[in-house]
């Protein structure tokens, strides 16, 4: 099956030359063919998109939220058709692929709030006879560059709030998963999205570049690695554009002697081999406080990982867990935790990569990691997990705060204290308190720091309504005077 573009509302048939595979992780097959478009392409849905604003961005807001209040209504029709859609390109369980889907709602239900969200202030009075009044408005054609790891969330925490505020949009999602994009903007346009409000279009670095430099595109939304968020920021604020970059990360799981095996265990391995480990709120590296402690959750952790069901994910709706995304990372991750013996690591447990066929990596955790391996200062992007072994809670926090990423870290304690000390000396933005996983809700923002984000506003939550608005202040005076002064 070859992809098309969709612009103006339409599926554009590519005169592209170069193709791309889309595959079934779990099976190694291709599954699709994606088209690796070019500036002309990225154009074409910029003009479309362009023109759609002029009347999109005039239409009433409560008419826009009605539009996106039947968008969610169809995405929860559509949940498990996108969810097992997300199974088949990504590799993700079915469980995983449904949490994918459902946080992707959620963003979609805060932008039906629209109209509260963009809501301005006003003072009368500001000074004799003057009001002020300030007002929240669209800025543009907006564009959104996004991963292979949650093909449905990470879009929807762009699209769908940019168009709520009035914007238009054009999408480039990751070329490894383009179906669930492409199914998102069908069922938007199915729920009377004008057409050219949402464009796809897909493709590599050229396209990401080409959507970083186009005059007509306003702000640039990415999430991916922080080398190419790094980029994609310099190129576009280079360019006169707002941008919002997410990077990766290196996220700490740090247990106490006291906190709670059961909970703890549980949250441990969702956290660092949920989704294969392919998140950039995966915790890849696991602190146990103490020797005794680091030895106790070495044995549980290895026991845990041998019971774990590596399977085909678009086969088995029980796998516990699936694939890496292709060939390329399964290679990467494999020489990761070959090397690591050589650097003074020690492989603990090592998981059998079956089935045979498709991109498995076993599920590994390394023990005796130290802080100036690569194993501990890289983002690894797959299913391994780091056992480092301080022997307190302020050598911990030092270590973790000496990593260049600052997206999330997590205590495990039965202490107020310790909690407390962690939370406020812990250099990152996102902080779980016995939660593996700290990762916002739509409600709020996702606020890396560091080398795991590049800008100033963050993604979902206010600081996404304010990205994606700019603020006029109207002052005004109609006093008696000035009245009198018109001869009125």
């Not at 516990?320 to 935790?337: F, K, L, T, W």
């Amino acid at each position: 099956m070859n992809l098309s573009n969709l612009i103006d509302g339409k599926l554009s048939v590519s005169s592209v030359t170069h193709w791309g595979d889309v595959f079934n992780p779990s099976r190694g097959d291709v599954i699709a063919r994606v088209p690796m478009s070019g500036p002309p392409e990225v154009d074409a849905a910029v003009q479309s998109a362009t023109r759609a604003f002029r009347t999109w961005s005039a239409l009433a807001v409560p008419k826009r939220a009605a539009i996106l209040f039947e968008y969610k209504r169809l995405l929860e029709i559509h949940a498990d058709e996108l969810a097992r859609l997300i199974t088949r390109e990504n590799g993700k369980t079915l469980d995983e692929a449904r949490g994918d889907v459902r946080r992707g709602i959620e963003v979609v239900e805060f932008a039906c709030g629209i109209g509260h969200l963009v809501k301005g202030e006003s003072l009368p009075q500001v000074a004799d006879q003057i009001d002020a009044v300030t007002m929240r408005e669209p800025i543009g054609v907006c564009a959104g560059i996004t991963p292979f790891n949650f093909p449905a969330m990470v879009p929807m925490w762009m699209f769908p709030l940019a168009i709520a505020c009035g914007n238009t949009f054009v999408l480039k999602p990751s070329e490894k998963v383009p179906l669930t994009a492409m199914r998102l903007a069908e069922i938007f346009n199915e729920a009377g999205l004008p057409p050219g409000v949402f464009n796809v279009v897909h493709g590599g670095r050229e396209v990401v570049d080409a959507l970083c430099t186009h005059p007509g595109i306003a702000a640039v939304s990415f999430v991916g690695s922080s080398r190419v968020a790094k980029h994609v920021y310099t190129l576009s604020t280079a360019h006169g554009k707002r941008c919002q970059a997410a990077g990766g990360a290196k996220n700490v799981l740090l247990v106490m002697p006291d906190a709670e095996p059961d909970s703890t265990l549980r949250a441990i391995l969702g956290s660092s081999f949920g989704c294969a480990g392919q998140r950039c709120m995966a915790g890849s590296v696991l602190m146990g406080v103490g020797r005794k402690t680091a030895d106790e959750w070495r044995e549980r952790v290895s026991g845990a990982l041998s019971i774990l069901k590596v399977d085909d994910t678009s086969a088995n709706d029980t796998a516990g867990m699936g694939p890496v995304i292709d060939g390329v990372s399964q290679a990467r991750v494999n020489e990761i935790i070959d090397t690591a013996p050589a650097t003074g690591a020690e492989v603990a447990y090592r998981g059998a990569a079956v089935p045979t066929k498709g991109f498995f990596v076993g599920p590994t955790l390394l023990d005796h990691v130290q802080p100036q391996m690569s194993t501990f200062q890289e983002e690894i992007f797959g299913p391994v997990l780091s056992l480092m072994r301080p022997d307190s809670l302020d050598e911990a926090i030092a270590t973790m705060n000496g990593l260049s990423f600052g997206n999330g870290a997590t205590i495990f304690t039965s202490s107020g204290s310790a909690a407390r000390q962690f939370t406020q000396e812990i250099q990152c933005g996102m902080v779980g308190i016995n939660i593996g996983v700290p990762a916002p809700m739509a409600l709020f923002s996702f606020s890396g720091w560091n080398d795991s984000f590049y800008g100033d506003l963050h993604v979902q939550g206010n600081e996404g309504v304010l990205f994606y608005t700019r603020q006029r202040v109207v002052l005004s005076r109609w006093d008696k005077g000035y009245v009198r002064a018109q001869g009125w």
